[in-house]
């Protein structure tokens, strides 16, 4: 006699997320919930999760927000594979995400001095090209991405061959899982090279390039206080890139005192609370707060 299979389930449905379609989630604060610690606790939180990410690694971060800010409600926009390989899938899939928020946000005309309202939270390049498709949603309806303060974390990076190929293999389990992969994996890198960087010098951008650099991007981002969380270790958004970014969105108009590097020493890519989980969250409520002012 077999035993009946289990069935899986999301760690988010026990949280209370609840899924608006495959690839986005909203939490509801239940009715009465009040904080007094903050004051100024954010009205929306959208964490944009790094490609591939598993439910049970994402619930960490959730869990975390809801105990830190529990009148806030939370959007999340997961960011499969497939929408990494095929944009216009990805960017069509968050199109439902780009709808709720702006008829929660919406900035009613001259109020346009008023306070952040919105914490986002981008993980590597996966969440940065979300948010880059969500700023365009935005743009086409005719209106500007609501005011928002940014966590960075692992992220904006560029495109290179073998940064590409580790994120993306990784998303397969160790064994014939990912031998089996590896042949495609390469397949799809060397695709994106010849298509890419050899036009580079006649001006050509690749969609890495294109998605962060439109985070600094005055007419599309408006944005009171961004924070870089990263790493000397991380190999695929190196410390360079980072603050490579960093350094352009300071040329580019932003003052300096509203952009904050924090560099966390070993950790890996998209690993730095497990590192200094207290480090890591005092860092994001001093970074919600610093926008406040």
């Given amino acids: 006699m077999t035993s009946p299979s289990k069935t899986y389930t999301s760690p988010l449905l026990s949280l209370h997320f609840l ?98 309202e919105l914490l986002v ?19 086409e309806a005719g209106g500007g991405f609501p005011l928002h303060t940014t966590i960075f974390d692992s992220a904006p990076g560029k495109w290179s061959y073998a940064t590409s190929y580790r994120a993306m293999i990784t998303g397969f389990s160790p064994g014939w899982n990912r031998w089996l992969a ?9 695709a994106f090279w010849l298509l890419y960087i050899p036009w580079r010098r006649f001006g050509r951008q690749d969609p890495f390039s294109l998605e962060s650099g439109s985070h600094n991007d005055l007419g599309k981002v408006r944005e009171r206080g961004r924070c870089y969380v990263y790493s000397d270790r991380d190999e695929l958004v190196t410390a360079e890139m980072v603050e490579e970014h960093a350094a ?32 890591y969250w005092r860092v994001v409520r001093e970074t919600w707060e610093a926008g406040q002012r």
Avoid at 56 to 71: E, G, I, Q, V
Avoid at 121 to 139: I, M, Q
Wanted: aromatic share 10%.
């Fill in 19 to 116: 899924p608006i379609t495959p690839t986005i989630h909203h939490y509801t604060p239940p009715p009465g919930t009040r904080d007094s610690r903050h004051q100024t606790a954010p009205r929306w939180i959208l964490l944009l999760g790094w490609m591939g990410a598993a439910d049970l690694h994402l619930a960490k971060y959730l869990r975390h927000y809801r105990d830190l800010y529990p009148t806030a409600e939370v959007l999340l926009v997961k960011c499969p594979v497939s929408h990494m390989i095929f944009r216009s899938r990805g960017r069509e899939g968050v199109r439902v995400a780009a709808d709720v928020l702006r008829y929660a946000l919406a900035t009613p005309e001259g109020e346009e001095g008023k306070k952040p």
């Fill in 121 to 139: 939270h981008a993980f590597s390049n996966g969440g940065s090209a979300v948010l880059s498709w969500l700023y365009e949603w935005f743009a």
């Fill in 182 to 190: 590896a042949p495609v994996v390469h397949t799809l890198c060397a």
């Fill in 248 to 279: 352009d969105a300071v040329g580019k108009g932003w003052p300096r005192e509203s952009v904050r590097l924090e560099k966390f020493r070993g950790s890996g890519h998209v690993a730095h609370m497990k590192a200094d989980q207290e480090r």
